[in-house]
């Protein structure tokens, strides 16, 4: 019995195990269904992937189409514009606009202030071989094709030895004497030094036949724009133009050997008083406008222009009795006056004026009210009264000077007479103003402000008024024979050319613009040359086109004896004055 107790207790343990055992194979099995719906999941998750990815693809191929057929639809109606035009031209339309000025010939037509224009050539004499466009007038284009089929074979196979050269962006560095030229842009039947630029390029050939006569076609721009009668030392402009020389200096080492020998060939077709300083390769992006950081102009004071009111009417006292005050006259500028000057005055009462006040030579105090009187163009202003019709609610009249500061005076050798007398020495005082950009005539009637308060004629409150918002001053322009552009400073961009260099592993400056003088440094030939062309060019010009004309003393008989009741008076009250001055009544200046 005992056996069987045993045997059936065995049995039952065996059992309990069994059904111990039952619920970890229900376990696994669970697992193995938890992954396996895993799987399902994740496949349906990259179905539905695959779904969106269809479906985006989808959404931007009918955005492409859909953009497609809008940009084909206003090309369309351009067309129909077009055809609409050409069938009745006389109706006006909003396409005319913009329709390109062609010529008889067909081709587009040259600016008219370029001696690519024919009335340009005939008007300033200027010979020079354009070709004329291959569409003759009458012509038929099936002509022309079999006049190519018979056309020499020798020519065809030289016009095929000669390769192409590339075309780059390209600065040159130009200094000038701009007495006989309408100042630098280009102007419409008038010769000016862009013109006059353009011209040397084309004949040496760095500017095409196609271009020439089209400056946006060679995206040109320069960093500065001077007046009629303004020079410049160290003005720089920006273009396309072609690497005429390629072919013979082809090696990476040999890129300087080709900007001098480009230099010297577009100094060949250019006058004596232009110079061509410098030619260097830049990037594509590169604007001579607007990658200029600052720009440097000098003006040339004559001592005696710092002479007091009282020495000025003075020497000119036997003027007074020859010259008559008008209505007219007394509203006029000081430079418009100084015609008068010109025209009615005799030629020996300047040249006695003239020896009155040449030997004048600025004093140190006189040095000192200068320098404060340039300084205080410094800084942020509002320039409305020295400029033209812009109002001081008009924001491109705020202007920031860095500097502005009198360098020593020089003293420059008269010459000779006729009759072989030496002339008198002349005593010049520099000023150098910097700034980032300069309204017309803004820096001319700064100097002619800082003059005047050097010599006593104005106070530095009457300056300091004539930046206000309220004030609308009248200010004298000083002559513009004085005037010259210095330098052009590219300082961002040079920087950007020394950070390329060194993240790309290259130590070399290629491209960077050294046209300004550092201390410490080695002087870059091309400022040498900006330095020679000033000094022996620009300077002397000055003193003798004043020797011979008097630009200065007709200044100051104009502000000085003709104009003086008017000077730094506000307009409203100028214009009063004027009136009662011709009625005789003597007004104070306000």
């Given at each position: ?498 950070e390329n260099a060194v993240k790309h592993g290259d130590t070399r400056d290629r ?80």
């Amino acid at each position: 019995m005992a056996d069987d107790n045993s045997s059936s207790a065995g049995v039952e343990a065996t059992q309990n195990i069994i059904v111990a055992a039952a619920p970890s194979n229900d376990k696994v099995t669970t697992d193995q269904d938890t992954k396996s719906d895993n799987q399902n999941n994740n496949n349906d998750d990259k179905d539905g992937s695959i779904q969106n990815n269809g479906a985006k693809q989808n959404s931007k191929q009918r955005k492409a189409s859909r953009w497609k057929s809008m940009n084909q639809k206003k090309k369309d109606q351009k067309r129909e514009k077009m055809e609409q035009y050409d069938k009745n031209p006389n109706k006006k339309s909003k396409t005319n606009n913009w329709k390109k000025d062609y010529g008889e010939r067909g081709a587009v037509t040259p600016h008219d202030g370029s001696f690519a224009d024919e009335n340009m050539r005939k008007l300033f004499d200027v010979n020079i071989d354009v070709p004329s466009s291959s569409k003759e007038e009458g012509g038929d284009a099936s002509n022309g094709k079999e006049e190519e089929k018979t056309s020499d074979d020798t020519s065809n196979n030289e016009t095929a030895d000669i390769a192409k050269v590339p075309k780059r962006k390209l600065a040159i560095l130009v200094s000038f004497l701009g007495s006989n030229y309408s100042g630098f842009q280009i102007n419409s039947e008038k010769r000016t030094l862009q013109a006059e630029i353009e011209l040397g390029l084309y004949r040496a050939g760095i500017i095409s036949q196609m271009n020439f006569g089209h400056p946006q076609k060679y995206s040109w721009s320069n960093s500065a724009r001077t007046d009629k009668g303004v020079h410049a030392a160290a003005q720089v402009c920006s273009f396309k133009g072609e690497m005429i020389f390629h072919n013979e200096m082809s090696e990476e080492s040999q890129v300087k050997e080709q900007m001098d020998a480009m230099r010297e060939k577009v100094n060949e077709h250019l006058p004596e008083s232009v110079r061509v300083l410098d030619i260097e390769r830049v990037t594509r992006m590169f604007c001579a406008r607007t990658s200029r950081d600052k720009v440097r102009y000098q003006y040339m004071v004559p001592s005696y222009m710092l002479c007091s009111q009282e020495e000025v009417q003075k020497a000119f006292s036997t003027v007074e009795g020859n010259v008559t005050k008008t209505s007219e006259s007394s509203n006029m500028t000081p430079m418009e006056a100084s015609k008068i000057v010109e025209d009615t005055v005799n030629p020996e009462v300047l040249a006695q004026a003239r020896n009155a006040l040449i030997n004048h030579r600025v004093t140190s105090e006189q040095i000192d009210r200068l320098k404060n009187g340039l300084k205080l163009f410094e800084g942020t202003h509002f320039f409305h009264n020295y400029t033209r019709r812009i109002g001081s609610d008009n924001a491109s009249a705020q202007r920031y000077i860095l500097s502005f500061a009198p360098l020593d005076p020089i003293l420059v050798p008269g010459g000779m007479n006729d009759d072989g007398s030496k002339k008198p020495d002349t005593q010049w005082v520099p000023l150098q103003v910097v700034g980032q950009s300069f309204l017309l005539n803004q820096i001319r009637k700064m100097v002619s402000g800082a003059v005047d308060l050097a010599r006593g004629a104005v106070s530095q409150e009457k300056i300091e008024e004539s930046f206000s918002k309220q004030c609308r001053m009248k200010v004298n322009v000083a002559p513009a024979q004085g005037l010259f552009l210095d330098r052009s400073f590219f300082e961002l961009y040079n920087k950007h050319k020394v950070e390329n260099a060194v993240k790309h592993g290259d130590t070399r400056d290629r491209d960077m613009l050294d046209w300004v003088e550092a201390e410490g440094e080695e002087v870059p030939s091309a400022v040498r040359r900006i330095e020679e062309f000033k000094n022996e060019k620009i300077i002397p010009h000055i003193v003798q086109e004043e020797e011979k004309e008097g630009n200065f003393f007709q200044y100051l008989y104009a502000q000085d004896v003709l104009y003086a009741s008017q000077t730094y008076g506000p307009i409203e009250d100028a214009n009063k004055a004027s009136n009662e001055q011709n009625n005789g009544t003597e007004t104070a200046e306000k």
